[in-house]
């Protein structure tokens, strides 16, 4: 079965910057996009881009540019979130998700809680 | 950028009864809509896409419709489980971003 599974809580103080992992498995991960997800704490999901897993280009929300950084290693089929001079207003949980056959997240990880506070 | 609007936002229902929620795209996004359901402390969870195609393993109980600008979820006979918030997300432009609308919390009445 398709499982991503991310890795765990981080507290960084503003300035700092943080790497999100995500470890796919049940699929090639080539063949499918992986995005990835923001949720700030009581709001709604907000889509931040996604990452061609087969040529490892990343098209980012508007949003999400400049200290937001997507990547790969493919040879271990995981995806990376970066996040560079945080601020405060960076504390949310962070989704990666798979796409299904059309731009929809058919399958999510956990989620990873970034903190970000002096 | 295409803004999704969900109401109500928050919806009271018995278990057993009915619940039907709504969404609405600023612009058409044709048949490209998902709603993912999401409970306290968990990732939200594909339940439709395409507008009206149940993901696997999801009950029919659940069920999805419309087409262009608006949607609707309904659950027709609500399960002690199902209560949790519901998004909808429009998959369908080129470029994206592809947005998510702000949630209905349905709530035990």
């Known amino acids: 079965q398709v499982q991503l599974v991310q890795s765990g809580s981080v507290l960084k103080e503003p300035g700092a910057s943080v790497r999100i992992s995500c470890k796919a498995s049940?699929?090639?991960?080539?063949?499918?996009?992986m995005s990835w997800v923001r949720q700030a704490p009581g709001q709604g999901p907000e889509w931040m881009g996604w990452?061609?897993?087969?040529?490892?280009?990343?098209t980012y929300a508007q949003d999400f540019t400049g200290r937001f950084l997507f990547s790969l290693d493919k040879s271990a089929s995981t995806s990376y979130l970066q996040i560079n001079s945080l601020k405060a207003e960076d504390t949310a949980v962070y989704y990666c998700?798979?796409?299904?056959?059309?731009?929809?997240?058919?399958?999510w990880g956990q989620g990873t809680l970034v903190t970000v506070s002096s | 950028e295409i803004v999704m609007t969900q109401s109500p936002a928050t919806l009271s229902v018995s278990p057993g009864e009915r619940a039907t929620l709504s969404c609405r795209a600023s612009?058409?996004?044709?048949?490209?809509l998902a709603w993912y359901q999401q409970k306290p402390g968990q990732a939200p969870g594909l339940l439709i896409y395409?507008?009206?195609t149940r993901a696997t393993g999801i009950p029919a109980r659940f069920s999805g419709g419309g087409s262009g600008t608006e949607f609707t979820l309904t659950i027709s006979s609500l399960q002690s489980e199902d209560f949790a918030i519901y998004y909808c997300?429009?998959?369908?432009?080129?470029?994206?971003?592809?947005?998510f609308g702000q949630g209905t919390k349905l709530e035990i009445k």
């Open positions: 998700a798979r796409v299904g056959s059309g731009w929809y997240m058919a399958y």
């Open positions: 997300q429009q998959y369908n432009k080129w470029p994206p971003p592809y947005t």
């Open positions: 990452i061609n897993t087969n040529i490892g280009n990343p």
């Open positions: 049940g699929y090639t991960f080539t063949s499918y996009a």
């Open positions: 395409g507008a009206s």
């Open positions: 612009q058409s996004v044709d048949t490209n």
